[in-house]
């Protein structure tokens, strides 16, 4: 595996020279679904916060704990040398840089998203064994509230 060199090198007078500064990267284009992921959990933790109320405080840092740490066990899986998942799948299976890259977020991902619906599931589960089959309203927001 080769490291990225720095795009800024100082010549022997002192200027800088920009080197390879728009360099594509696979990594910087494909992870960007790994960020909808981590929303997702601390949104689903909001919406817990939304309905109990007394806890809200606890379940929000609680939310955003688990996507901050989420988010760190992603750069620890792609970034670090020991644990460089794209560049294994690169010397072990022979794939190419993009498709390791790409084949690491699809699986982190897909992981996380079964993880989520199970957790949605079982929320839904306990929400209707609690309050039956009662449909679920809609609430007026705070600015509906203000015009009416």
């Known amino acids: 595996m080769s490291r990225r ?12 020279e920009l080197h390879d500064v728009v360099e594509w ?14 929303s997702a959990f601390a949104g689903y933790y909001l919406g817990l916060a939304r309905f109990n109320r007394r806890y809200a405080g606890p379940v929000v840092l609680k939310g955003l ?7 760190a066990l992603y750069n620890v899986l792609v970034s670090t040398e020991a644990l460089h998942a794209p560049g294994y799948l690169v010397d072990v299976f022979g794939f190419s840089s993009v498709a390791a ?11 996380l998203t ?30 509906e509230r203000d015009v009416e």
Do not use: C, M, W
């Not at 060199?5 to 800088?16: F, N, S, T």
């Not at 990267?25 to 981590?38: C, G």
């Not at 704990?65 to 988010?71: D, G, M, T, Y």
């Not at 929320?123 to 609430?139: F, K, L, M, Q, W």
């Open 25 to 38: 990267e696979p990594r910087t284009v494909v992870d960007r679904a790994v960020f909808v992921v981590y």
């Open 101 to 111: 890259v790409f084949t690491v977020v699809v699986a982190y991902n897909g992981v």
């Open 114 to 143: 079964v993880l989520l619906l199970y957790k949605l599931s079982q929320y839904r589960a306990v929400y209707r064994a609690t309050r039956g089959d009662d449909p679920i309203g809609s609430e007026l927001t705070e600015f």
């Open 5 to 16: 060199r720095d795009p800024v090198q100082r010549r022997d007078d002192g200027d800088v």
């Open 65 to 71: 704990a688990i996507a901050v740490s989420l988010h």
